[in-house]
């Protein structure tokens, strides 16, 4: 049985904000057809003590971006503010698939238990480039794609399974 590999794992984070680009184009035609301003869509949250829907943008984008360069080693590219537009939020997922894409098979590979430390909010965190993919990039990336897909369902845009997964390819 092969084993994954770093640099695999990084690359499926593009997929990841492909797929989400993907409910907010779905989200920008229904606002469209339904005549909804898309500042509607762009500032709902699920609750008040919640981000809205372009900061969850802006936050999984950010996630995906830093795990490369965490991994490796690297200092990030860094991002600043929450996108106002959807065009800005297609701008933003598309400038971290190519800051992801910056940080070659070759800086990634081997790199699954290199040791490193992050500080969260008020305290630091220790992860191995794997642990750091698998234990907190991965379940955040899903968070905040399937919080933005919740938004959009709350407010009446028709969205399933299959756009929540995107184009699925064999």
């Known amino acids: 049985m092969s084993k994954l590999t770093m640099p695999q794992a990084i690359f499926s984070l593009t997929r990841l904000l492909d797929n989400l680009a993907h409910v907010l184009r779905k989200a920008e035609e229904n606002a469209q057809s339904r005549d909804i301003e898309p500042e509607v869509f762009l500032n709902a949250r699920l609750a008040p003590d919640m981000w809205p829907l372009k900061k969850q943008v802006q936050i ?6 830093n795990a490369p360069y ?11 503010g ?3 537009s959807f065009e800005q939020c297609y701008a933003l997922l598309e400038r971290a698939k190519a800051d992801i894409a910056k940080v070659s098979n070759a800086d990634l590979g081997g790199k699954e238990d290199r040791k490193f430390t992050i500080k969260l909010s008020h305290r630091e965190m220790d992860y191995t ?29 028709p969205l399933g ?4 997964f995107g184009a699925i390819s064999a």
Not at 70 to 80: L, M
Request: aromatic share 16%; hydrophobic share 40%.
């Open 60 to 65: 999984m984008a950010e996630l995906c971006k």
């Open 70 to 80: 965490r991994v490796a080693g690297f200092k990030a590219p860094s991002y600043e």
């Open 82 to 84: 929450a996108p106002a």
């Open 129 to 157: 480039g794997m642990s750091y993919f698998t234990g907190f990039t991965v379940p955040n990336v899903h968070f905040h794609s399937t919080t933005v897909y919740n938004i959009l369902r709350q407010n009446g845009v």
């Open 161 to 164: 399974k299959m756009d929540y």
